[in-house]
């Protein structure tokens, strides 16, 4: 059974940083590219970043680029979100996903709260 | 960014009727969509891609449609598990981009 455990979610004041966890079994972790996507209280659904199977190569919606760092270690079957200088508008539910179907988003977490507040 | 339209925003149908969502893209996306439905308090889930393939364990009453710019998900006949948000999402170009949601709810 695929799981994705998210963490590293929390209360930051604005300008602050935090680092998101996401351990996954069940499935190859190294095989396939993973996402983190976020969902504001109340709204809907954005993706925020995604990175290949290899770590090779990572994409960002253009709101966190340069803030926001994505890496995995697939020797820990992890994927990490660095999140640096956030803002209020990145409080969110934030996600992980697998990715499997070709940048779909097949298996996904829990989520992990970030709320970004003085 | 490709802009993917939803509607309608929200649909009210009665538990064993056919709903029929629409979504729309900006430009091409050829057939790289997909749709999620999503409970309240829960995480999506992966109803259908490639526009009319549907995810492991989804009921053959989830019936996605379409190519281009217009596509559909049909819900027919709808149990009391169906009542949800539906996202579709577009995974043709970067940035990847979903629509704003068509709420299903009861009639």
């Known amino acids: 059974e695929v799981q994705l455990l998210e963490s590293g979610g929390g209360l930051v004041q604005p300008g602050g940083s935090l680092r998101l966890s996401c351990e996954a079994s069940?499935?190859?972790?190294?095989?396939?590219?993973m996402s983190w996507v976020r969902q504001a209280p109340g709204k809907g659904l954005e993706w925020v970043s995604a990175?290949?199977?290899?770590?090779?190569?990572?994409y960002f919606v253009d709101s966190v680029k340069g803030r926001f760092t994505i890496s995995r270690d697939n020797s820990k079957n992890t994927l990490y979100l660095q999140m640096n200088s956030l803002r209020a508008e990145d409080t969110a539910v934030y996600y992980c996903?697998?990715?499997?179907?070709?940048?779909?988003?097949?298996?996904w977490g829990q989520g992990t709260l970030v709320t970004v507040s003085a | 960014e490709i802009v993917m339209t939803q509607s309608p925003a929200t649909l009210s149908v009665s538990p064993g009727e056919r709903a029929t969502l629409s979504c729309r893209a900006s430009?091409?996306?050829?057939?790289?969509l997909a749709w999620y439905q999503q409970k309240p308090g829960q995480a999506p889930r992966l109803l259908i891609y490639?526009?009319?393939t549907r995810a492991t364990g989804i009921p053959v009453r989830f019936r996605g449609s379409g190519s281009g710019t217009e596509f559909t998900l049909t819900i027919s006949s709808l149990q009391s598990e169906d009542f949800a948000v539906y996202y579709c999402?577009?995974?043709?170009?970067?940035?990847?981009?979903f629509g704003g949601g068509t709420k299903v709810e009861i009639k």
């Open positions: 999402q577009q995974y043709n170009k970067w940035p990847l981009t």
């Open positions: 069940g499935f190859t972790f190294s095989s396939y590219a």
């Open positions: 996903a697998c990715d499997i179907s070709g940048w779909t988003f097949d298996y």
């Open positions: 990175i290949t199977a290899s770590g090779g190569n990572t």
């Open positions: 490639g526009a009319s």
């Open positions: 430009q091409s996306v050829s057939s790289n």
